[in-house]
């Protein structure tokens, strides 16, 4: 079934927060319809907000990369990781403390705007460590980092994203940093500030002055998991770093509200759908035969998926999916689900 029986998705919603990178745009460039889909929320009088882990970029920054892209933003609508460090940080240590950051320029500027005092070595004595993706982040910063924690540093990071998408295909993310310094001190950060957390989509619901909020987010593990312990509705679109595969494995806490390939199911009913969804609805239907999905049947692609939501979520393990027939077959392949029998 599509996402609400003939009605667009986003009329249900006065309040849309999407995730940046995999969502409106990869790395530099808009995804396609992105900047086409934010142009239309905006003339409908709809309110939008920015909610991204990326610790690398300012607020205002994000909001003139977006304007540059052809998506007119704000800093204020922009909600950052390294902010909400920052901001976090001020709240917790005296004004001036010495705080080492692991990470970009654009953390340290977040830092100094909040009154604390952004160093590099652990010899400066800092109160606490704050670590967020940098490209440039190597072994001379974690081993400073490691050093400060151990000596009674808070470490705090901005985000544990494991990737983050590029042309190229998935990259190490922060949580990939964060987990070289987790093996070499044995333990977890002591706090974790972006998503999954659920306080960038909380801070940006309480924007929407009571509008029902949907999360459009590219990540199960961050984006979907977050929107879930926000308490809010999500839709997962297939242009970033989650895919069918990734879906279908979900644990409960992951799963999102609705699927569509692109921005372009906000609008058009037949191009998102709610999961999880009949097994047997849309021409479709789903059989278990020991142990093993068979998709048989033939019409729109995306009920077949909400169908193999519904019976692969059902299953205590992650099952072998197979298609019956040359409709299932092109179906499982347009999501890039392997086909053999």
Not at 24 to 37: E, H, K, Q, S, T
Request: charged share 25%.
């Amino acid at each position: 079934m599509s996402a609400d029986a003939g009605n667009r998705l986003i009329d249900g919603y006065g309040l849309v927060v999407f995730d940046l990178d995999g969502v409106i745009y990869l790395i530099d460039r808009p995804i396609p319809g992105a900047v086409d889909a934010v142009a239309r929320l905006h003339a409908e009088g709809r309110t939008v907000a920015y909610a991204t882990n990326n610790a690398s970029r300012r607020s205002s920054d994000v909001a003139d990369l977006l304007t540059g892209m052809g998506v007119p933003a704000r800093p204020e609508e922009v909600l950052t990781s390294a902010a909400a460090a920052a901001e976090l940080l001020r709240d917790r240590l005296p004004k001036g403390a010495s705080v080492l950051v692991v990470g970009a320029e654009a953390l340290r500027a977040e830092l100094r705007a909040v009154g604390l005092n952004p160093v590099s070595r652990a010899d400066e004595n800092p109160a606490a460590v704050v670590q967020g993706y940098g490209p440039q982040v190597g072994w001379a910063e974690l081993a400073e980092a490691s050093v400060a924690v151990r000596a009674g540093a808070i470490w705090v990071a901005t985000n544990t994203d494991r990737t983050l998408p590029s042309a190229r295909g998935p990259l190490p993310g922060n949580g990939s940093l964060v987990a070289v310094l987790r093996t070499a001190l044995e333990r977890d950060p002591d706090l974790v500030v972006g998503k999954p957390e659920s306080a960038l989509f909380e801070t940006a619901a309480r924007r929407g002055d009571g509008a029902r909020a949907l999360v459009v987010g590219d990540r199960l593990d961050t984006d979907i998991e977050g929107a879930r312990r926000a308490g809010l509705d999500s839709l997962l679109v297939l242009t970033g770093v989650s895919g069918v595969a990734e879906l279908l494995a979900a644990e409960p806490r992951r799963r999102p509200t609705y699927v569509a390939r692109d921005l372009a199911g906000l609008f058009d009913p037949e191009a998102a759908v709610r999961v999880p969804g009949p097994t047997d609805a849309g021409g479709w239907s789903v059989t278990d035969r020991d142990g093993t999905l068979e998709l048989a049947g033939d019409g729109r692609a995306l009920d077949a998926l909400a169908a193999l939501c519904a019976a692969a979520w059902a299953t205590p393990t992650v099952p072998t999916i197979r298609p019956a027939g040359p409709g299932a077959t092109a179906a499982l392949k347009s999501f890039g689900l392997a086909t053999d029998a």
